[in-house]
């Protein structure tokens, strides 16, 4: 089992509509969660950063933690044709290293 | 968010050849620098962790001597891949760490393509 788990899709979805991305982690001690966004042929730009559970808000992004499930979850509302991208979510214990998931090949059709 | 630099953004080599690649903090001093490599459609590998000064430290299956790493400043870190065949094609993107964050951005990446 990969410590964690992202479904990486493909993902389609209209212009406009709510996009929810998840990964599932089976550490413990994670406590730095983050989701990056990676256009093709280009580095990861990160997009949230959350400590330890709840929730953050950004714009038409938002991020929320359940540390006790351990699952994350990244919610884009209104989503535009230039939020196509492959998402991946990241976390670490502390200033280590981070785990990545697969990432998520999301589409949003004009 | 911080901005990194690396160069080249692009490069083809012949097989056989090295290949050094630079990484550059532009607005922070990094003390650890993380290099990862992304094959196709695949995400982040780690290759190898480096603290300003001291050795780096490689993962599981990543050959030290293949994949020279200089982090020889607090903003300038190199990577070299010696004697590269096709295999080492790959997308190489290096990930400064700001001391004071716990957040981490990356490099724009280097595409590398061995012929």
């Known amino acids: 089992q990969k410590e964690v788990e992202q479904d990486p899709g493909p993902l389609s979805v209209p212009e406009g509509a709510i996009v929810s991305l998840n990964c599932t982690y089976s550490?413990?001690?994670?406590?730095?969660f983050m989701w990056y966004r990676q256009y093709s042929r280009k580095g990861p730009e990160l997009l949230m950063y959350?400590?330890?559970?709840g929730n953050k808000e950004d714009g038409r992004f938002t991020a929320q933690v359940d540390k006790s499930s351990k699952y994350i979850s990244l919610f884009i509302r209104d989503s535009q044709p230039s939020d196509s991208a492959t998402y991946l979510c990241a976390m670490s214990e502390g200033a280590q290293k981070l785990v990545f998931g697969q990432g998520t090949r999301l589409t949003i059709n004009p | 968010g911080a901005v990194v630099s690396q160069h080249p953004s692009w490069v083809i080599c012949k097989s056989g050849t090295s290949v050094k690649i630079e990484c550059r903090s532009l607005d922070f001093q990094a003390t650890t620098m993380f290099w990862y490599r992304q094959f196709p459609k695949q995400s982040l590998m780690l290759m190898a962790t480096s603290n300003e000064g001291s050795k780096a430290t490689y993962e599981q299956g990543v050959e030290k001597d293949k994949f020279l790493i200089n982090h020889a400043s607090l903003t300038l870190s190199t990577l070299t891949v010696t004697s590269a065949h096709p295999e080492d094609s790959s997308f190489y993107i290096c990930s400064p760490q700001d001391p004071l964050a716990y957040e981490q951005y990356f490099g724009p990446g280097t595409r590398l393509t061995v012929t």
């Open positions: 959350t400590y330890s559970s």
């Open positions: 550490n413990s001690a994670f406590q730095y």
